[in-house]
Each structure stands twice: as structure tokens, then as C-alpha cells.
């Protein structure tokens, strides 16, 4: 499946949602639920996650991180999200 384009617009899947949050220490966790199972999610990939609601484009989520994660290398943040929504695609909890 190809990468996400700037203009692409991520969202979850039909038949997936997310699931109500669940408190774990110092952290709380969010369950998106799909078909076939649940994946519990944390941190980066959250983050991204509650991003690809179908109103922000691949380029403005990238953006948003870009700018929280200042110390990071761009390139290196578009590869890793690009990466991860193509794996999420991949398993059809993400389409865009």
C-alpha cells in the first residue's frame, strides 16, 4: 500500500473506534477497537492516533508533531508516522 501523501486525510477505519481510556500508573492508556481485536496504544503513536480524525491532512498532523518534538529530525518524524499509519492501513484500522 502506498504512503500517506500531504493532502491525504488519515482516519479510523469503518468498524473501528476507540474505546474508553483506561488509567495505568502515571498514564493513561486509549484501546482503538477493529474487528479482529483491540490495540492498546501509548505515548507516540496515541498522539498520532488521535490526530487522524479526517480533518487534518498527513502534512498538518506532521506539522503538529514536528513542532512538539523540536528536537527530533523532521525527516526522521514524517518517515516513522508515515511508517506506522501504512502499518495501521496495512491492518485496516487506518484509511486515507
Known sequence: MPPPEDSSLPRLAAGCRWGPEQTTGAEQDRVILFPEGAIKLQGTGRQVLERCD????FAQIIGEL???FGDADPAKIRADISQFLEQLRHKRIVDY
Open 54 to 57: 479526517g480533518q487534518r491532512t
Open 66 to 68: 514536528q513542532a512538539q
